[in-house]
C-alpha cells in the first residue's frame, strides 16, 4: 500500500484548471509522479514533505511530455541533481525538457515508496502517455487519462488519437481500480462510471461526425459549426482537433475517405 501526498504545481490556467497535481510516494525509494511546471511554491511544498517524511527524492516518473507535466524537471534536477527522471519515450518532445531521461517500457514494474507501481501505456490524450497502477490500493495514477466533471481533450495535430484513448479507457477498466488519482481536478472514486461516461460521450460524438457528413458538411470548419454551432474560438479550434481525431479513427477503420481537406463517408 502507497501513500501518496498530493502535492499542487502551482500553475492554474485556461488549460490546466486550477493546476496540476503531483504526488510524492515517500518510502524506501521515493517518487515523485509528475513535474508539475517547476514553479518555487511546488518545490518547496516538495522539500517540506521530504524533510516530514525524513525522504530522500530518487526519481520522477513523468506520465507525458505536456509542458504542465514534464517542464518542471529541468527545475527539479537544478534542486535535487542526483533525481533520475523517467518517462515513456518521446524523443522528440522529451528533448524540450533538458534532463537526462530514462525510458519506462510498457507494464514495467517500477519501485515507488515502499512498494512498486506498474507502468501502463496509455497513448491517445499523447502518444506516450503512462498511468501507473498500484495494485496493492487499487488505485491509478491517471495522469491526463480523466479529469472529473470534464472530459479529456483529444489534440489530433500533436499526436492525440481517439482510437488509441478508447483502447486506453478499456484496459484501465479492465483492471478494477477504485479510485484514479488524477493531474487535474478531484480525486476520482467511481472510475468505472467517469470511464464508461468517456466512451459513451466518444461513440456520440462519431455519430454526430458521420450525421454531420451525412448532411453534406465535409470540411472540419463545417462540421465544427454544425455540431458546436455556439462555440467561439478558441474553444472552436479545441473542437475542430477532437472532429479531426474522429476522423483520424473513421479513417482508419476504412469507414470515411479524405481528399484533401474534404472527407466522404465511404
Ligand atoms: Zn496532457
Given amino acids: 500500500m502507497l501513500h501518496p501526498v498530493l502535492l499542487h504545481a502551482f500553475n492554474p490556467g485556461p488549460m490546466t484548471g486550477a493546476g496540476n497535481n503531483t504526488y510524492l510516494i515517500p518510502g524506501r525509494r521515493t517518487v515523485l509522479i509528475d513535474a508539475g511546471v517547476g514553479d518555487d511554491r511546488h518545490l518547496d511544498a516538495l522539500a517540506r514533505a521530504l ?15 505536456h509542458g504542465d ?36 517500457a510498457a507494464d514495467e514494474r517500477i519501485a515507488a515508496g515502499d512498494g512498486f507501481l506498474t507502468a501502463i501505456h496509455t497513448p491517445g490524450h499523447a502518444p506516450d502517455h503512462l498511468v501507473f497502477w498500484d495494485e496493492s490500493s487499487r488505485t491509478v495514477y491517471g ?8 472530459t479529456v481533450v483529444i489534440l489530433w495535430s500533436q499526436g492525440g488519437s481517439v482510437g488509441d484513448y478508447l483502447q486506453s479507457l478499456q484496459l484501465v477498466l479492465d483492471l478494477n481500480p477504485i479510485r484514479i488519482l488524477p493531474a487535474h481536478g478531484a480525486e476520482i472514486d467511481d472510475p468505472r462510471a467517469l470511464l ?17 457528413l451525412d448532411r453534406g458538411k465535409d470540411t472540419v470548419d463545417d462540421m465544427v459549426a454544425s455540431i458546436y454551432p455556439e462555440l467561439q474560438s478558441p474553444l472552436r479550434r479545441m473542437a475542430a482537433e477532437s472532429v479531426r481525431a474522429h476522423l483520424a479513427k473513421l479513417e482508419q477503420e476504412g469507414r470515411v475517405a479524405r481528399n484533401g481537406d474534404r472527407f466522404a463517408k465511404i
Fill in 51 to 65: 524533510e516530514e517524511h525524513g525522504a530522500t527524492l530518487e526519481a520522477v516518473l513523468v506520465t507525458h511530455a
Fill in 69 to 104: 507535466h514534464a517542464s518542471g524537471a529541468e527545475a527539479i534536477a537544478r534542486r535535487w541533481p542526483r533525481v533520475e527522471f523517467f518517462k515513456y519515450p518521446s524523443p522528440e518532445r522529451d528533448a524540450r525538457y533538458p534532463v537526462p531521461w530514462q525510458p519506462i
Fill in 143 to 150: 495522469g491526463d487519462l480523466a479529469v472529473l466533471g470534464s
Fill in 196 to 212: 464508461t461516461s468517456y466512451i459513451v460521450h466518444r461513440e456520440e460524438r462519431e455519430q454526430q461526425v458521420l450525421q454531420a
